[in-house]
């Protein structure tokens, strides 16, 4: 999201969605009651977005990640949040029939002739329907052909699936290609541990039609790959059909046998089983043993995860780790142990790798839909992050997850927001064990937070799309301008204090009177803008007088972002660290001055149902550009 004072690219943003659906009072309600049975039924689709009623409520979408659904509040007209569980996809039954058959699923046919590179689709409502969500919600990171080089996949780590390959990671199959609900699993709950973000929210309609185009990428890429293998002789024509079966088909669900129970006796036998066969690259602790680093099949670093972190890409219940544990992850160093152990040790490893993990540490990191909702105060609004009037808002616990994987990573947000009819004022807070306000030397990095509006009713989870009202606006606050306005400006005066310099005539005060300085230097705001050429351009990130530390931008689509000119930014903004949390407040007028132009401004109005996403950059992890938490 940052943008280079030297004109660099923009990298990609925290990405959300924004709705102007209105829900009929109870609505949403009736929904949440509904959700044990949600994903059975095809019509079902959960809301996200700011509602503004008398109150506005805000959705955490992310681009990778959080929605939200609202729930009406009483008599007062205001609208109170509700954090509420992903839908979980069906479980897989032992034969794999029921779910498969409970969600409508069907293997997909091979057409012969098919391209890898694009599969047809017209014929199949289902495929052309996956088709469509896959090219506006997945190309991006997966790529337009499904081979994971999209146009984010370099920012990410563990890299997007290549789906031509067909190397899924989370399977509960013998021969380790995911059944329809492995894949709808997958899709519906997202990769903790990952930047995959949970489509929970879309209709299992929509889920399915993913599952079968997803698949579809497969099965063309396998044809192709073997239509040339006959051409140059390597196979011959009437083994390719089998071969294809062999590829691309499921095979029959891996036996899970019944979980036994786990006591100290069964524990001793998993930490014996544990320190054999996990600890050389896992640590005897838990803790990855950093020399253990390992390549994937496609040459990418893949280090050990952390036990004692207890995140699980495909899931912490049980017979997920026993999947995981017999198979291990296709394409990974991460080993198969069916021939090694027996199904009983497994069961003693999987419950003693489950003790090792800290409480709750799964249930965090688990991307999910939830709602904030901005009340209208009826007074003055908060005078700053630590107001006591933020006690009045709701709050909203919002999980993140890095783009590029680390363990060193910001958890999570939280979220308020109040109105007073006229501005809008957010509140965000994070736990931050460290302060990073200056920017300045080539190592440092600041603290930096930001929220995303949609100018769309439906845009793609990413930074917006080309067409009217199709961008994306953005509240960039930063800690580094949070101490120029309060210390004065850092620049290298502040890295270099006792640097020898160069001094120029149109400094003020001017050379000609060198008493008045105590030693040669060369502060910035003692120059001419137009010698300082940045600055004098407008450029916002070199302006050393600007009384704002947070950024309004735009962006329609992927290297797009820029800054609005000075007489256009329109956010306020201040901030606090208290006892290792950051505490950002953002305000903003509900209805901007329409000179702003069309589509740069998102506009606030009572009954608003608006999705938002955010992200935040740790300095001391080394955070900047497009590392970030969403």
């Not at 205001?78 to 498969?100: H, L």
């Not at 590179?117 to 997945?138: H, I, S, Y």
């Not at 879309?202 to 192709?224: E, F, T």
Request: aromatic share 8%; glycine share 10%; with cysteine.
């Amino acid at each position: 999201m940052e943008k280079s004072a030297g004109g660099s690219a923009p990298l990609p943003e925290p990405h959300l969605r924004l709705r102007h659906r209105r829900q009929k009072a109870g609505s949403v309600q009736d929904q949440l009651r509904k959700e044990d049975s949600a994903m059975k039924s095809s019509s079902f689709r959960r809301r996200t977005g700011m509602w503004l009623r008398r109150s506005l409520t805000l959705l955490a979408v992310g681009s990778v990640s959080l929605a939200a659904c609202a729930k009406e509040a009483s008599s007062a007209g205001g609208v109170t949040a509700v954090a509420q569980p992903i839908p979980a996809a069906p479980e897989s039954a032992e034969n794999g029939a029921g779910v498969r058959q409970e969600a409508g699923l069907s293997e997909p046919h091979a057409q012969d002739g098919q391209q890898s590179n694009a599969p047809p689709a017209e014929a199949d409502p289902v495929l052309a329907r996956g088709q469509q969500l896959f090219t506006k919600q997945c190309a991006i990171c997966h790529g337009e052909t499904g081979d994971g080089a999209g146009k984010f996949a370099y920012l990410m780590n563990p890299r997007p699936r290549n789906f031509q390959q067909g190397k899924f990671k989370l399977a509960t199959t013998q021969n380790q290609i995911p059944s329809d609900e492995d894949l709808l699993r997958t899709i519906s709950r997202g990769m903790p541990g990952s930047a995959m973000p949970p489509w929970s929210h879309l209709p299992l309609s929509d889920l399915k039609a993913l599952v079968a185009y997803v698949r579809q990428l497969h099965l063309s890429a396998a044809q192709a790959e073997l239509a040339e293998g006959v051409r140059q002789g390597v196979y011959q024509a009437p083994e390719v059909p089998q071969l294809l079966v062999q590829r691309t088909q499921p095979g029959p669900p891996l036996f899970v046998p019944s979980e036994p129970e786990f006591d100290n006796l069964h524990w001793f036998r998993g930490r014996r089983t544990y320190l054999e066969g996990c600890a050389s690259c896992h640590g005897v602790d838990g803790r990855p043993v950093p020399e253990a680093v390992k390549f994937d099949e496609e040459g990418y670093p893949v280090p050990p995860r952390s036990f004692v972190d207890g995140i699980f890409k495909g899931g912490s219940e049980g017979h997920q780790l026993y999947a995981r544990t017999m198979k291990g992850l296709k394409g990974t160093p991460m080993p198969a142990y069916e021939d090694a152990y027996r199904p009983e040790e497994i069961w003693d490893l999987v419950h003693y790798i489950q003790s090792l993990a800290r409480a709750g540490s799964q249930e965090r990191a688990q991307l999910r839909q939830g709602a904030f909702a901005a009340p209208n105060i009826h007074g003055t609004l908060p005078k700053g992050p630590l107001d006591p009037a933020w006690d009045q808002a709701r709050p909203l616990y919002v999980a993140l997850t890095p783009l590029w994987w680390s363990e060193n990573r910001i958890e999570g947000l939280v979220a308020q927001a109040v109105h007073d009819g006229r501005e809008l004022a957010i509140r965000l807070s994070w736990i931050d064990p460290t302060v990073d306000d200056r920017a300045v030397g080539h190592s440092e990095f600041r603290d930096a937070v930001a929220i995303q509006f949609s100018l769309t009713s439906d845009p793609p989870f990413y930074m917006g799309e080309k067409g009217e009202h199709g961008g994306v606006n953005i509240w960039f606050w930063k800690a580094d301008r949070q101490k120029d306005i309060r210390d004065g400006y850092q620049d290298v005066d502040a890295a270099f204090p006792h640097r020898a310099v160069d001094m120029y005539q149109e400094q003020d005060p001017p050379i000609a009177k060198p008493e008045m300085y105590e030693w040669p230097r060369s502060i910035i705001t003692e120059h001419d803008p137009l010698y300082m050429t940045a600055w004098g351009a407008g450029n916002l990130v070199a302006d050393p007088k600007l009384n704002t530390p947070v950024e309004c931008l735009v962006a329609r689509g992927p290297g797009t972002l820029a800054g609005k000119p000075a007489n256009r930014q329109l956010v306020a903004g201040q901030a606090a660290y208290e006892r290792g949390v950051w505490y950002v407040q953002l305000q903003r007028s509900m209805d901007p001055p329409h000179e702003q132009g069309p589509g740069e401004e998102r506009m606030f109005r009572p009954g608003d149902y608006l999705p938002v996403s955010f992200a935040i950059w740790d300095g001391s992890a080394g955070d900047r550009d497009g590392r970030k938490n969403i």
